[in-house]
T-cell receptor, first 115, second 110 residues
């Protein structure tokens, strides 16, 4: 079975631009969560998608938005990029949203640099 | 104040040493997770705990629910153990919306 794949691996954008990051969930998983990890910090929860619906959101502004597709892959979109958006963006997939986060798998992340 | 605190932030050890990384949390949890993050970003799940103790190879994780504290131990440390170790908790009814500590950067010197 394949793991979680994120693309692109690295990306450089200019302040004010928009960016789309992609995540292919592990086979059999129907839930995707996105996290932002600033340098030297632990990841921060952005939002979670379950069966194509947003299922919880962290403390991020509306310019962070997402989608989940029928094949359970997901996109993270960030509009009006700011320098502080520079970070590693991680996605994790799992089966269901149960309290034990059963079978979650992390991708290797997309490193976004905003200049 | 973070809901999840780890210590130490950085740790250097000689190969073969016994290592302990600590995690304290201030909220009610459904589970606590220990994760390993290698340079380049990939995260690997090591343990998921809701009580007691788990062991996998040279790694041991314990949790004390009453004290809201967990420890990750590495016995007979090896340079390949060098990584960032992250403690994360999932809160009740929030599925796998993890809340992370800032991580402990471990370097094991040959």
């Amino acid at each position: 079975e394949t793991g979680v794949t994120q693309s692109p691996t690295h990306l450089i954008k200019t302040r004010g631009q928009q960016v789309t990051l992609r995540c292919s969930s592990q086979s059999g998983h129907n839930t995707v969560s996105w996290y932002q990890q600033a340098l030297g910090q632990g990841p921060q929860f952005i939002f979670q998608y379950y069966r194509e619906e947003e299922n919880g959101r962290g403390n991020f502004p509306p310019r962070f938005s997402g989608l989940q597709f029928p094949n359970y892959s997901s996109e993270l979109n960030v509009n009006a990029l700011e320098l502080d958006d520079s970070a590693l963006y991680l996605c994790a997939s799992s089966f269901g949203t149960g309290a034990m986060g059963y079978g979650y798998t992390f991708g290797s992340g997309t490193r976004l640099t905003v200049v | 104040k973070n809901e999840v605190e780890q210590s130490p932030q950085n740790l250097t050890a000689q190969e073969g040493e016994f290592i302990t990384i600590n995690c304290s949390y201030s909220v009610g949890i459904s589970a606590l997770h220990w994760l390993q993050q290698h340079p380049g970003g990939g995260i690997v799940s090591l343990f998921m705990l809701s009580s007691g103790k788990k062991k996998h190879g040279r790694l041991i994780a314990t949790i004390n629910i009453q004290e809201k504290h967990s420890s990750l131990h590495i016995t007979a440390s090896h340079p390949r153990d060098s990584a960032v170790y992250i403690c994360a908790v999932s809160k009740p009814n929030t599925g796998n919306q993890f809340y992370f500590g800032t991580g402990t950067s471990l370097t094991v010197i040959p």
